[in-house]
Structures are given as structure tokens and as C-alpha cells.
């Protein structure tokens, strides 16, 4: 209880008092260390119960999802269309440039008009002309790369794994869906279970690497701070000047712990708070 009053106390002060930064100077740095954490992992363990909320919100709808996902993506594969292995090569009962739309609830991708295009007859210099997002030749299949031009994948070898005339329907599609239901039936158990234990490690998490990061930013800031410190004729060490900005950081924390809550982000406030309230205590402080 105790612990717990001074935290407050701290808190408080550090807030509202650059009178009590004096108070600071003459207790140990490991005092100033032990707030900053504690502060961080309060802030990240009331983000971390907004996140199990919200997340746990979503549990419910992982089933509905998954059912209309498994429906989409059976779909997705023509009830007349029918892939043929002919001299290694694809072959279909189609008229092509056959094309394979996104299910309706996608509806496009990006550019993309079509999911698939399937021309057996064409060559891969055909992969943007029909804005489909993967071309389906005889012998290759061409995806987008990253930089924004297409990959050609070989399926010679494959192909010639496969027995000739072998054929690809619709029903094989359906038995390939069916391999997977055992898998869909246990998401939701996975998902519970992992959220609950990003529950209870994220905040902790989030906790170390924003301590890392907040030395590491103080490491730069202090040394402003400190030279002007100088110009006032304050007598501080880098070191007090440091462990006074661990305290200093109180307002801009709640301001950007705030901010997040409500979802809104102002560049620069975070150190444009730190710095103007650093300087208050400075212009105050009796060293």
C-alpha cells in the first residue's frame, strides 16, 4: 500500500509540479528507473485489457466468417470447368481466355477485374492484357511480383509428375475442401487461445520495448536539456539532467496514452510537451 501511495504521490507531482523535481535530485536514480517502468506497464496493461476487448468482441463472428469463407472459396471453381494433363501439358473444356471472377463479396483486387485467366494457348507476355491477377498457361503459372511486374512460376516438372489424361473437376475441388474442415472446426479454440495469451504477454511486451525506447530517446533529448542548463547556470550533471526527463516524460506519456484511446495522432506533440514543460522545471529547479 504503501508502494503504491508513493507511486501516486510521483505521479501526481511529476505531473503538476516542477517545484518537486528538486525532491527527485536527492533521492536514487534507481527510484526515477522503478517509476518510469511502473508508469509504462500501467499504460500498456489498460491498452493491452482494450485490446482483449475488442479482440474478444470479434470471437463470436471467427465461425460465421470461416463458413462464409469455405462457401466463397468452393465457389470459386466453375461447375463446368474441367483441367486436363495432356503431354505434360494443361489443357481445358473451356472456350478461352476463360476467366475466374473474386467471390462477390470481394469483388475486385486492386487493378485486378479477375482472379485467374486461363489461356492455354496464350504466352506469359499475355499476363497484363486481360488485368487478371494470375495467368494460367499450358505450361506456367504467372503471379505479380513485388516490384510491380508479374513472376513466371514453371510447372513442366510438375506436370510431368502427373499422370497422363488426368483430370481436374469440380468434384475434386469439393474433396480437396472437405481435407480442411477438420482444420476450421478448431479455430476458434486456437484463436481463444491465442488471444488470450497476447492477452497477458503484450502488455508486458510492449512494456520492455517502449522502456527502450524511451532511454534511448531521453539519451538525445538530455543532452539539449542539459547544455541549457548551462545557460541558466543550473549546476546538473548529464546524469541528474537525465534522471529529471524520466520524470518529465509523465505529461507526454498521458497525452499520447489519450490520444490512442480516442484514435487520433498529432505529429510532434509528444516532444513538443516534453521539451516545453522540460524547460519549466529547469527554469525552476535549484541545483
Known sequence: MKKIKTFARTFVKSLTSPNYYQ??????????????????????????????VNAFKLLPKIDPFLKEAKVAITDLYPEKLIVTIKKQKITTNMKEP????????????????????????????????????????????????????????????KLAKIPEGTKFARAEWDEMIKLIDPYLVKVPGFARVILIVLAILLPFVMT??????????????????????????????????????MHGLTLPLLIGFALSLLGLYLPFIYTIVFVFWMVIVLVKIKA
Open 98 to 157: 476463360y476467366f475466374i471472377g473474386f467471390p462477390e463479396k470481394v469483388g475486385s483486387f486492386g487493378p485486378y477485374k479477375y482472379l485467374l485467366t486461363i489461356d492455354t494457348k496464350g504466352k506469359v507476355d499475355d499476363y497484363t492484357k486481360d488485368a487478371s491477377l494470375f495467368l494460367l498457361t499450358s505450361e506456367s503459372l504467372v503471379v505479380p511480383d513485388d516490384n510491380e511486374t508479374y513472376k513466371v512460376v514453371p510447372l513442366s516438372e
Open 208 to 245: 520492455v520495448s517502449s522502456l527502450v525506447w524511451k532511454l534511448v530517446y531521453l539519451l538525445v533529448w538530455a543532452l539539449p536539456l542539459w547544455i541549457l542548463t548551462k545557460i541558466l547556470k543550473k549546476k546538473l550533471s548529464y546524469g541528474e539532467t537525465y534522471r529529471l526527463s
Open 23 to 52: 525532491d527527485v535530485l536527492k533521492a536514487k536514480s534507481s527510484f526515477s528507473f522503478k517509476y518510469l517502468i511502473l508508469l509504462l506497464l500501467i499504460i500498456n496493461l489498460v491498452l493491452g485489457v482494450r485490446f482483449a
